[in-house]
């Protein structure tokens, strides 16, 4: 079983940035948002049923994330990710505080039969309050 990461996901990623950046430049204020998971693939080995994530909040403030967990196919060249009932994630949401890391468990409700699977696991970041003058980025991390 095999969570990979997708150049596509990549090239989003470097245009979320440029776009980032050219706010940033264009607003004169932003807040800098920084998430990290480790590690990026995660292998479970013939009869493993657990792994886990680490989500670090790089900033000075606390951040919340969602972890979703997806069943990953590619028909043709098109990535389909469907709600995976096989994979679970806990916590699935979860508050980090600044300059800490949370582990996200990542749990087989059983062990695939006769073939590989994959999986997807989408660690998407809440928006925080609001705050007057300031353009607030957050990020999904697939």
């Keep these: ?3 990979r990461d997708c150049t596509q996901f990549r090239l989003m990623a470097a245009a979320r940035i440029a ?9 004169g204020t ?3 948002q920084s998430l990290s998971v480790l590690p990026v693939n995660v292998f479970f080995q013939p009869g493993q049923r657990a792994a886990t ?18 069943d990953w196919s590619q028909p043709g060249r098109d990535d389909q990710l469907t709600p995976s009932n096989s994979l679970l994630a ?13 582990v996200v468990r990542l ?31 957050v990020l999904r991390l697939s």
């Design 90 to 102: 806990s916590p699935p949401l979860a508050t980090i505080p600044p300059k800490s890391s949370q």
């Design 1 to 3: 079983m095999i969570l």
């Design 107 to 137: 749990i087989l409700r059983q062990a695939p039969q006769g073939s590989e699977a994959t999986y997807r696991i989408i660690v998407d970041q809440i928006p925080g309050p609001s705050e007057a003058g300031v353009v607030q980025m």
């Design 53 to 70: 994530l680490s989500v670090t909040n790089s900033t000075d403030k606390p951040t919340s994330i969602q972890v979703r967990t997806f």
């Design 19 to 27: 776009a980032a950046l050219s706010l940033t430049l264009a607003a």
């Design 30 to 32: 932003a807040v800098g």
